[in-house]
């Protein structure tokens, strides 16, 4: 006859330990959070992109005022003369 085991104790006593299976469990998650972080910085990229760009077409746009402006004066001017 076999012996049967105790019902208390802890399973690691019976169990065997699986270390490879441990260590791709940890390397999967690690690989994941690192994924995690990578997608979050590139989320914070994106975002500061989007309002340079906002910020550069406001430039545009003012630089182009600024000549129209100055283009109108001189067509006045001219006018008055």
Same mark, same amino acid.
């Given at each position: 006859m076999t012996p049967r085991r105790s019902e208390g104790g802890s399973r690691f006593l019976y169990d065997s330990f699986d270390a490879a299976?441990?260590? $791709? +469990?940890?390397n999967e998650r690690v690989a994941e959070e690192r994924w995690a972080g990578l997608e979050y910085r590139?989320?914070? $990229? +994106?975002t500061t992109l989007e309002r340079l760009e906002k910020r550069i077409w406001v430039?545009?746009?003012g630089v182009a005022a600024f000549l129209m402006a100055q283009m109108a004066e001189t067509v006045v001017q001219?006018?008055?003369r």
């Open positions: 299976a441990a260590r $791709i +469990e940890a590139l989320g914070q $990229i +994106e430039g545009v746009y001219a006018a008055m």
